[in-house]
């Protein structure tokens, strides 16, 4: 059988240039009609291509063009059709985010990767955490902190020192960002179904933003976030370099 894909590019010059060279080959259909959405760029692309695809039926196979790529299959040009037939499926529910700001507005957001809320200003930021509707920490001082998704435990959250997480686990990974107070907390790891509502003391003096995937919300107040199960990313990978593989190596480098 062969397959009906759709290429997307990013506005690279490589991954543009790889487009071209693809659509000669394989030909191009629209996004509706594809059984498959190629993804030609990094990571950063792939989010983007993975949210606007979000109600469609196509899964989205990758292929890196960009920096990092860490949810990119190599690119190459040849047996595409057969790459994508054998193509393993991985399913990620992405966070979703309520942000109320200063101005009493309320934002929404979904994030594949996480949800981080930053300083804003030149005094770190102070956060209280519920957990559930429980008060689970009064007073958290700090840069930042942020819960992403097993996806994106090897992003920002990584880089943070948090724990990286299995692909198949259903747990999320609340990290803190150079935590002043507690000193020495590092975050927690929490069921996939929790309910995680962040609030901002004393805002005025210590402006914090939030961020989901990119889409950044100045002056917050407060933020809920929660998995959302009702949306499920289809991703595909090359036999043996999926996500549980990778998610894995990273671990032992």
Sequence with gaps: MTLKIAFLASDTGTAQAARGALVTRYGNVDQKKADVIVALGGDGFMLSVLHAS???PAPVYGMNRGTIGFLMNEYSESDLQERLSAAEEEVINPLSMQAL???GKTHRALAINEVSLLRAGPQAA?????IDGRL????LVCDGALLATPAGSTA??????????????????LTAMAAFRPRRWRGALLPKAASVRFEVIEPDKRPVMADADGRSVKDVIKVDIRSEPSIAHRILFDPGHGLEE????????
């Design 54 to 56: 979000q109600d469609l």
């Design 101 to 103: 700001d200063r101005h």
């Design 126 to 130: 102070k956060l209280r955490i519920h």
């Design 136 to 139: 689970r920490m009064q007073e």
């Design 156 to 173: 920002y959250n990584y880089s943070a020192h948090g724990p990286i997480l299995p692909i198949g686990a259903d747990v999320l990974a």
């Design 246 to 253: 990778r998610l894995i190596r990273e671990q032992f480098v």
